[in-house]
């Protein structure tokens, strides 16, 4: 496993507490950074800083921008700087045809998975800004760019935060700020507990490795991106699809 040095480096994971947030976070402190999780389960970041040890845990709710910008500066003032933030928190949201989704459920994903990021990016990215420094890679989905059938607002929510890496990372090219995305195929976590098991068996369907990604590979991935060694690529797309993506 190749190491990535993150001495002196302070990093934000959003959605930390588990799953895809969980593993990165623990690659990022396995190379030496330092590291706040943010999460709204409580319970959760409790067991997740057991299990990791001296991180900061930050429970907020990212759909609200306030408590995003209370967010900031309680790591600010825990880390004095932000170097990474690896914005991973997301939701399933229901399974059902276009035709029958209920616009409550469309609203509610669009805001967990495409606002919030939008939120999260934007506080986090200005703090960048003013240091000439930073390090971002969104978590997307490969449905993000294929289109999940039944998933409508998942689809749609993770090809917003694809497009929205894409412009940021023009924005900021012109300085030591990388800002990337990753469209992983499903990974077996939590979030399959939103999902129908035909909507589970439908992924998997489709992806020619013919199993899910761990989560530990994901990380690995990410690791490079938000490392100092990534310091051309910003803007870009890394696909984690086990072959299904194509484009």
């Not at 900061?56 to 709710?61: M, N, W």
Request: charged share 20%.
């Amino acid at each position: 496993m190749n190491q990535y040095d993150f001495t002196n480096r302070a990093a934000v994971v959003t959605g930390g507490a588990q799953g895809i947030g969980f593993a990165v976070a623990a690659r990022l402190l396995e190379g030496g950074a330092r590291v706040a999780l943010w999460d709204r389960d409580e319970g959760a970041l409790s067991e997740a800083r057991a299990q990791l040890g001296d991180v900061q845990t930050v429970c907020v709710d990212l759909i609200d921008r306030d408590a995003v910008a209370r967010a900031t500066s309680a790591t600010l003032a825990r880390f004095d700087k932000i170097d990474v933030l690896v914005h991973s928190a997301g939701i399933a949201g229901a399974n059902a045809p276009v035709a029958d989704y209920a616009p409550e459920e469309w609203s509610r994903v669009i805001d967990v998975d495409l606002n919030a990021a939008f939120h999260v990016n934007q506080a986090i990215v200005k703090t960048m800004i003013a240091r000439g420094y930073g390090r971002i890679v969104n978590i997307a989905s490969i449905a993000g760019k294929e289109g999940n059938p039944n998933a409508s607002a998942y689809s749609a929510a993770k090809a917003g935060v694809i497009a929205l890496t894409k412009s940021l990372g023009k924005e900021t090219a012109g300085l030591d700020i990388a800002v990337n995305a990753v469209t992983p195929a499903a990974a077996r976590t939590k979030i399959f507990e939103q999902m129908k098991q035909e909507h589970i068996d439908y992924m998997l369907s489709k992806i020619p490795r013919g199993r899910f990604v761990e989560v530990k590979e994901i990380a690995s991935m990410v690791a490079w991106l938000v490392s100092s060694e990534n310091s051309f690529t910003t803007g870009a797309v890394f696909d984690l699809s086990g072959g299904r993506a194509t484009y």
